[in-house]
């Protein structure tokens, strides 16, 4: 696997080069955080030529696609049967037939074995997870974050705040208070919202389409940035959870805490979710990803409390209790 095979008639070409040193740049990322002078390596390789920064956004894009084949495989086949398929810039000597993409969806699909996630996210990352990971933080206040499996923060600590970016997954918070000379508010940032604390302990997830903030202790004040502007704050209490997305707060409701923080203790507890949440759940816990064939499929409905620290069973024991039956591939578990 290992092997470099050379070239037999001509010589890669300038614009090669750099699609090769992009996709190392991305591979790279998906290996760990990147040491301060490779951040900074890369930092000035995307900035020295245009072309740089363009070969790396279009891997970007290649690995979007991915995320296409997770939500809708089915959609993407239909694509790629009726010559629909997106084609990058470059497109002579690229995905000129179906086995061309589906080379390149291979290659996808085996990335995930690396990063699972958007690489900008590592680039940004101060501290991540891989999937299956819990890891604890301590910061320099004295607070601490549990961050959950596959997961990714990065700090913006200054003068005026503490501010926490969750670029990915989910996190338990523990605020150091303000007192003893500490002044500044302790803030997660997560997607268009802000969890500002006014207590000391709260979890932030970032799903799919919305975020969550569940509240522990003391109080959490939550509010949210959209198109017209900063939406009216709300103040959670101890037991209250809400949701949040572009488009604004939610309700703010009571919540099981044993249930909505199973995740700390390595459990996966699902009360009539969709099989599409359980899978977005599961993913978080295992290398490659696990796909849905079709939507109705996705909205079948799962109950039940499970190890999430064997992620393979849990999936079997899903497919067994629903009928569904499952497609594998070393990288690649399809459901339908």
Not at 82 to 97: I, L, V
Not at 256 to 285: I, K, M
Not at 324 to 336: E, G, H, M, N, Q
Request: hydrophobic share 45%.
């Amino acid at each position: 696997m290992d092997e470099k095979v050379q070239p037999e008639v001509t010589e890669p070409s300038e614009q090669d080069e750099i699609d090769e040193q992009a996709s190392l740049w991305l591979a790279k990322l998906g290996g760990g955080p990147l040491a301060p002078a490779e951040h900074r390596a890369l930092e000035h390789w995307l900035a020295e030529d245009s072309r740089h920064s363009v070969a790396f956004r279009e891997a970007q894009e290649a690995w979007s696609l991915m995320g296409a084949v997770a939500k809708a495989p089915g959609a993407l086949l239909h694509d790629v049967q009726s010559g629909d398929a997106p084609q990058p810039r470059r497109a002579a000597g690229r995905w000129r037939s179906f086995a061309a993409l589906a080379a390149s969806l291979l290659v996808l699909v085996a990335g995930a074995i690396l990063w699972n996630g958007d690489p900008m996210v590592m680039v940004a990352a101060d501290h991540r997870t891989v999937p299956g990971e819990r890891r604890t933080v301590h910061l320099s206040d004295g607070s601490t974050i549990e961050l959950g499996p596959a997961s990714a923060i990065a700090l913006h600590f200054d003068a005026v705040e503490r501010r926490v970016e969750l670029l990915r997954g989910l996190a338990y918070f523990t605020a150091a208070p303000r007192k003893d000379g500490e002044q500044r508010p302790f803030v997660v940032q997560a997607a268009a919202g802000n969890a500002r604390a006014l207590g000391t302990q709260f979890s932030v997830n970032r799903l799919p389409d919305s975020v969550e903030v569940v509240v522990v202790e003391h109080e959490v004040a939550v509010s949210v940035d959209t198109a017209g502007g900063r939406a009216a704050e709300i103040v959670l209490s101890p037991g209250q959870s809400v949701r949040y997305a572009e488009a604004g707060l939610g309700r703010l409701h009571p919540v099981d805490l044993d249930q909505a923080l199973a995740w700390r203790r390595d459990r996966l507890v699902f009360d009539r979710v969709t099989l599409g949440q359980v899978v977005d759940e599961l993913n978080r816990y295992r290398r490659g990803r696990i796909l849905i064939g079709n939507a109705s499929l996705a909205n079948r409905r799962v109950s039940g409390v499970f190890d999430a620290a064997d992620p393979d069973t849990v999936l079997a024991t899903i497919a067994r209790e629903l009928g569904v039956r499952t497609a594998s591939a070393p990288l690649v578990t399809v459901l339908y």
